[in-house]
């Protein structure tokens, strides 16, 4: 292989590796320090020297840390030719400026994103923490990104599963974050997941703990265009509703029922209440909870056929401040629908946000306005709302090919 020209002090450090198809992958490897723990027996007691001057002192496990970071340059194994020679001088070239250019990012950022003061932080009890304390409504969202990462960690970085600190957190790490991603999610769940992730460090960022977010420049692919969760088609519906089975729960398949021909979602079903019905114009109004506070499109106004005038009620005397619909938590809410979609014989993977999705796909497909749609659904653009459009048109491609072949 390439000799590679090194300085001892140097962090990262340019390495070389032979690859399976004949070439010499390069990379950079950066030294984070060392990790000191007690030695201990099989019943976790601290084993300790037995001779020597430091007889009857702990023993110290010394492991260093190292991180891999990595380059999409490539060498020539054997150059014989001028050009290949060239190629291999290119190349080297190019990899010790990117390799000063991380040096001197480690060093202007204080060994990587860690300030002096609170350098030692254990980040993630931080992010924990900032979560909780924080004014978002979508906690749970941002607690299952946290989950992913620390996921991430004990299969990539298990050093790090526990303990990790500013310095060990950096641009190559969120790639290869990114890319663990990719591979346990699909459509909208990657870009979410990074996203939500990306919040988290910008808390940090803004409470001192980073001095700038390593997800900088990172993008995750985006699937605003996609519809990536299930759908049920009108037949389905009435496949649904039509299955019955002992211990079912009639509560959740009233409020599955609303979502399905409104739109709401559930975290707004549970909140609803006999006041936000007005009986005599046979309107529905409510404020939606996930952009109540932070945006305008928080009102939401919906019409009432006789269809949802019956799942919604009567309004009991003097209960107007009652709760229309009174559910199970979401786990045994979505415990009951898998159970009643698997009764029903359909095999799609439904929650019980398919059924707002269902609602919108259906009213575009039986020709409603996109924008009558969006405002329905409480979208503050219409931006969100199309990707149902792409979901009907991909259904009116798939009932074309589906139609037999005819030979004129």
């Not at 590796?17 to 990790?35: T, V």
């Not at 990074?194 to 699937?223: H, T």
């Amino acid at each position: 292989m390439a000799k590679l020209q090194q300085k001892r002090k140097q962090n990262p450090k340019l390495e070389q590796r032979p690859m399976s198809d004949g070439q010499i992958g390069l990379y950079l490897e950066y030294y984070l320090g060392s990790k000191r723990e007690p030695v201990t027996d099989e019943y976790g007691d601290p084993v300790l020297y037995e001779s020597g001057r430091m007889k009857g002192t702990p023993k110290i496990k010394v492991t260093h840390l190292r991180r891999k970071g990595k380059l999409p340059l490539y060498l020539v194994a054997s150059p014989r030719t001028p050009l290949d020679r060239r190629h291999n001088d290119e190349v080297l070239a190019k990899a010790e400026a990117i390799r000063f250019e991380r040096e001197q990012e480690l060093i202007n950022d204080q060994e990587g994103f860690r300030l002096k003061k609170r350098g030692k932080t254990n980040l993630l009890d931080f992010f924990a923490t900032c979560i909780e304390q924080s004014m978002v409504i979508d906690k749970k969202v941002l607690r299952c990104a946290l989950k992913s990462f620390r996921d991430f960690l004990r299969e990539d970085y298990p050093l790090f599963a526990d303990h990790i600190e500013a310095k060990h957190l950096n641009k190559d790490m969120m790639e290869q974050y990114l890319e663990y991603l990719t591979h346990y999610h699909s459509g909208q769940g990657i870009e979410s997941y990074f996203n939500r992730f990306k919040r988290i460090l910008n808390y940090a960022v803004e409470k001192g703990e980073l001095q700038r977010n390593p997800c900088e420049g990172v993008k995750a692919p985006s699937a605003g265009d996609i519809l990536a969760k299930d759908i049920l088609s009108a037949k389905e519906l009435q496949q649904l509703f039509d299955t019955h089975y002992p211990g079912e729960s009639a509560e959740i398949r009233r409020a599955f029922a609303m979502t399905c021909l409104s739109g709401i979602r559930r975290c707004d079903i549970v909140r609803l209440k006999y006041s936000d019905v007005d009986y005599s114009n046979k309107i529905l109004v409510f404020r939606q909870h996930k952009t109540e506070g932070h945006s305008k499109a928080s009102g939401v106004v919906i019409p009432l056929n006789e269809t949802l005038l019956s799942l919604i009620g009567r309004k009991p005397k003097g209960a107007a401040d009652d709760f229309i619909f009174h559910l199970p938590s979401d786990t045994m809410c979505l415990k009951a629908l898998r159970r009643w979609t698997k009764k029903a014989g359909i095999e799609k993977h439904i929650t019980w946000h398919c059924g707002r999705h269902s609602f919108a796909t259906l009213a575009l497909t039986n020709g409603a306005n996109i924008k009558v749609v969006s405002s329905l659904l409480g979208h503050s653009s219409l931006r969100h709302t199309e990707v149902y459009v792409r979901a009907v048109d991909d259904l009116k491609r798939k009932a074309i090919d589906s139609l037999p072949t005819i030979k004129a």
